[in-house]
């Protein structure tokens, strides 16, 4: 009698745990014994999770500040919230999109001196008063050299004070490059580069806000909290101290049903290329998910799963490349009765994790999770 799927597990059943998600939320707010603001970063569908159920269930519990990427995705944000939700868009604003941007309730975070002048010339008066345009979020580049405004732009601006004080700045932020290498000699020069930012912008602007850190940045310590952190992989999951255990509660658990269970009779190479052999009597199980699905074909030959047996789960490896619908596992290691009640291999979940996966594939947890498939039946708890 083989194992019954239900419909829910019939192309791969990704569950996503809105209360680990609160959990995490919560764990990072704790960190900031100095009293500043936890935001979260929602880009990119709250990092492939889906930014609908996200968003409502962080400003739940409490959240009230939010960052996407790109206007639409802070235009689709903005109906999913209340009004006193505040949104910053990462990538700011394109020209000609100033008036709608802020008509939206957006604040785009600018880079350039331009930026800022287009900004006043086109939300004049749109900032509660007449002289003041539209609320904006300057980025300063303190050595990660992206996006973000260089020092010698920088000492430029700060000679403009009444530009400075027309463009309505509300959050003056920067991004670390290393913050997941806690020892790296590039923090500290970061944190000491943008202190003297914002000590100088405030001379102008004293009420404007600042914020250094992401998730890794959290965990640097209070020196790099200032008013408000803004963390996104944490909450999905992702281990913000990679050297050490992750302190984060999985959201996201992914469990592929077995198409085929079979053993091969004589010693069988595996998928294409046949770069990966199943010696004599190995049971392999093909499960459906691929790389059209988020599991990146890298991990070809490295990737692991959870095969799920009744109440038993045994560790289990890929075998052979991925391909763009299916998988195939070893499950040699399962014994008779096992094998007759497995229906599941769970190849995201405590075990094996976006982490675990990321580093599989040669990449990180962050790219496992915006890589998510959409043929997926999606579940939220
Ligand atoms: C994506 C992003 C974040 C969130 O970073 P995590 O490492 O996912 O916590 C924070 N700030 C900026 C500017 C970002 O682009």
Redo the contacts with the bound molecule.
Sequence with gaps: MPVTISESEREGLLTIDLRALVENYRWLRAHLQGGGECSA?V?ADA?GLGVARVAPALFAAGCRTF?V?TQPEGEALRNLLPAEAIIYV?TGVRPGCEASCARAGLIP?LVTTAQIQHWCDQTLGMGGDESLAAPAAL?VDSGMTR?GMGAKEFAGLIQQPALLRRANLQLI?T?LAC?DEAGHAQNSRQLTAFSEMVDRLRQVCPGVRASLA????ICLGEAFHFDLV??????YG?N?TPTQPNPMRPVVNLRLPVLQLRQVIEDSAVGYGATQTAVAGSWLAVVRGGYADGLLRAQSGRGRGVAIAGTDRIPVPMLGRVSMDTTVFDVSALNGRQREQLGLIEVLGPTFTVDTMGAAAGTIG?EILTSLGHRYYRQYV
């Design positions: 970063v880009k990092y960052f990427a990462l975070v980025k996006l932020l991004h913050a992401n998730s890794a940045g803004r963390p996104g992989s944490a909450l992702v913000p962050y």
